[in-house]
């Protein structure tokens, strides 16, 4: 297996705590989660969107959760995050038009 080079999804700049299982992934400009979701369930890897970790009443912001303990291994953690960083290099077109 090529080895995934964790500093490219570093370069969409993630957040989370340093000894965490999470990371909070925000959007590049004009993508929105859901379209990121698609791309990705398309691929075989199923992210959280922001909604669950909404509270009140202002919009849920363009990011996704990253579970870095959700995968069954080093290597499926490896793909999932190659997919992740590929489909945010060439995000999938989107059906949305500023009016």
């Known amino acids: 297996m090529h080895p995934y080079n964790f500093r490219d999804i570093a370069d969409f700049a993630p957040t989370g705590r340093p ?5 909070w992934l925000p959007l590049p400009e004009g993508l929105r ?6 791309a990705l369930e398309d691929r075989g890897v199923r992210l959280t969107g922001p909604e669950p970790f909404c509270v009140g009443s202002q919009p849920a912001p363009q990011a996704v959760r990253l579970c870095l303990g959700g995968a069954n ?19 999938p077109p989107t059906p949305w038009r500023t009016l």
Do not use: F, I
């Not at 000894?19 to 990371?23: A, E, P, R």
């Open 73 to 91: 291994s080093r290597d499926a953690l490896t793909q999932a995050l190659k997919a992740v960083t590929e489909t945010l290099q060439a995000p």
């Open 33 to 38: 989660a859901a379209e990121l979701l698609a």
């Open 19 to 23: 000894h965490g299982n999470n990371l």
